[in-house]
Every structure is written in C-alpha cells, then in structure tokens.
C-alpha cells in the first residue's frame, strides 16, 4: 500500500494536455480546459504526469 497521493494546481494548469498524454494509466482528462484526475485509483504513481507538466500545476505527494 502506498501514501502517495496524486495532487494538482488548477490554477497553474493551462490545459496543455501534456500530463494527459503522457499518463500510462489514463488517469487523466482535459475537461473544461483543464487537466482533471478522472480515475484516481488507476494511478500507479509513476511520476510521468509531474515530470512532464510543463507548469508543475500536478505533482505527487506522500513516500511509500
């Protein structure tokens, strides 16, 4: 079991839907221009979104 948690910043986020694309998981989605967490518990915490965001508005939070 893991304490990480998928956590975002709308207000940072612009849309771009780079996270989206790189998500392997398919957790997320541009909905109303914004990047939203559409399947949380598909998430397996890889860290590609938060790598990949170009404006740091989605990140993973929590260790093990």
Not at 34 to 58: H, Q, T, V, W
């Amino acid at each position: 079991m893991t304490n990480k948690k998928l956590l975002q910043n709308l207000d940072w986020c612009k849309g771009c839907g780079v996270c989206v694309s790189f998500c392997p998981k398919r957790v997320l989605e541009i909905e109303n221009e914004k990047c939203i967490i559409a399947r949380p518990d598909d998430c397996i915490f890889c860290g590609m979104c938060e790598l990949r965001c170009p404006d740091n508005a989605i990140y993973l939070q929590g260790g093990k």
